[in-house]
């Protein structure tokens, strides 16, 4: 059913082309002027308008400008007497979509409506196509593997939680420490669910500004701010009938909190700058690391939301507390990674994979990935072993020449500073000892390098000699 708005200053044909659409079950509403059609457009945002050409007053090239203004992808349909078929083409390069000669039988009318409702289905399609294969295009930048890899109780009792959750289309709120997977338990719920066949629409709610983020949310219209060049269908209108993930959901404005919240509870938005009220048909799902009681308690986020947002939660573990994994999820990525990374090692040695179990992992399996990741490009045999590790987890740097073998008995500062001193040094050399270049070639501000030649008592010895 579609919304329709006839213009027609003659109260007869009116009621009749009023009474054929509704008839055809569209919702049709009618205005006997011009000026109150436009202002009927504005309030209701109709997918179609038949208008008559000439009316007292505003005419209908005057609405056709109007409506054009308002939305450059408005369906109009003219309706012209016999004897003003000259109009009705300067209408269509004017910007009308057809135009229909009176007096005209019903089944006319029928078709031509049909046929311009049929090519707005397809524009509208074909907007929805660019705007996901654009969100495709961003979202694929890298590689994701959706599987859940653990035996640890703690993930099996996650397992159970997604499979159990993943037959409601109930909101779920995911917590857990950077770097748990909670976009992997997303993408699990949505692949177990009735929606596997719709769309996954992620949102990284920390990575834009209120405004942008509004827009990448919710969409907006043509001419809506500075750049809005054209109209741009948000993230909750490409996830109808599918599954919304929104990342970092802590960190989301309070003016957003309020419209995601309208979301929630009434499946209802507008784009920004628009006056159409849309609906969606979304399962959400939620992640974010944070405490968002206290966030409550300290005025930052609202109690209605998350309660709205917290009916189903999981909780996922840090990978220190799951350190029986780590093993298997070493195993995982070296298959994962080894073609991509085109090594050799397809293993890894007793005396590497201990160091990899008494690390804490802060990063949690995010952090493991990366580790064997390097561990794999600096590999030269078919087994990653405890050098090819990087140095803070006991690896020998292959880059700088700086043993650190022996990382397990210094401090992280005294690791990074012993780094930042041979830097220093092999820069001031590779200038003839200027300072100004020194800072040129190491990207630091002459202030700055003078402090840490200092610092490091780098080119103390000329000093001494040209003072000598």
Not at 336 to 358: H, M, N, Y
Not at 423 to 431: D, N, R, S, W, Y
Request: negative net charge.
């Amino acid at each position: 059913m579609a919304k329709i708005l006839v213009i027609e200053d003659n109260e007869t044909l009116r009621e009749g082309v009023v009474e054929v659409l509704e008839r055809m079950e569209h919702e049709a509403f009618s205005a006997s002027g011009g000026l109150q059609g436009v202002k009927l457009f504005h309030a209701h945002s109709p997918d179609l308008v038949i208008t008559d050409l000439k009316m007292e007053g505003m005419d209908g090239m005057d609405v056709l400008e109007r409506i054009g203004k308002a939305d450059a992808e408005a369906l109009v349909i003219m309706m012209t007497a016999f004897g003003s078929i000259e109009r009705a083409v300067e209408a269509m390069q004017a910007g009308a979509f057809d135009f229909i000669a009176k007096p005209f039988p019903p089944d006319l009318l029928r078709t031509r409506v049909e046929r311009a409702l049929g090519i707005r289905q397809e524009r509208r399609r074909s907007r929805r196509l660019e705007s996901e294969n654009e969100m495709l295009r961003r979202d694929s930048a890298r590689e994701f593997d959706a599987e859940i890899v653990g035996e640890a109780p703690a993930i099996q009792q996650v397992l159970e939680r997604v499979e159990r959750a993943a037959r409601s289309d109930s909101t779920v709120f995911i917590h857990g420490e950077s770097g748990t997977g909670k976009e992997l338990v997303a993408r699990a719920l949505h692949r177990a669910s009735p929606r596997a066949q719709g769309p996954f629409v992620k949102v990284n709610c920390s990575a834009l500004a209120e405004s942008l983020l509004e827009s990448e949310l919710f969409g907006h219209e043509k001419g809506a701010f500075t750049g809005a060049h054209k109209q741009r269908l948000g993230r909750f209108e490409l996830a109808d009938g599918g599954t919304i993930f929104l990342d970092e959901i802590g960190d989301i404005s309070e003016a957003i909190q309020l419209k995601l919240l309208r979301v929630l509870q009434e499946q209802e938005f507008e784009r920004v700058g628009g006056e159409k009220t849309l609906s969606t048909d979304v399962r959400v799902v939620t992640a974010t690391n944070r405490d968002l009681r206290q966030a409550i308690d300290e005025g930052k986020f609202r109690e209605d939301l998350f309660y709205r947002l917290h009916i189903i939660p999981i909780e996922l573990p840090p990978l220190r507390r799951r350190p029986g994994d780590v093993q298997l999820l070493t195993r995982h990525f070296i298959e994962k990674l080894a073609r991509r990374t085109r090594s050799p090692a397809r293993g890894i040695t007793e005396e590497a994979q201990k160091v990899l179990e008494r690390h804490s992992w802060p990063g949690n399996v995010r952090e493991l990935e990366n580790v064997i990741e390097h561990a794999l490009v600096f590999a030269d045999d078919e087994v990653i072993r405890r050098e090819d590790l990087p140095p803070m987890l006991g690896g020998r740097s292959k880059t700088g020449g700086v043993d650190l073998a022996t990382v397990e008995d210094r401090s992280l500062p005294e690791v990074l500073e012993e780094i930042e001193a041979k830097l220093i040094g092999e820069a001031f050399e590779k200038a003839g000892g200027v300072k100004t270049e020194t800072a040129r070639l190491l990207g630091i501000k002459p202030s700055a390098l003078y402090y840490k030649l200092e610092k490091y008592g780098v080119g103390e010895e000329e000093e001494k000699e040209a003072g000598g």
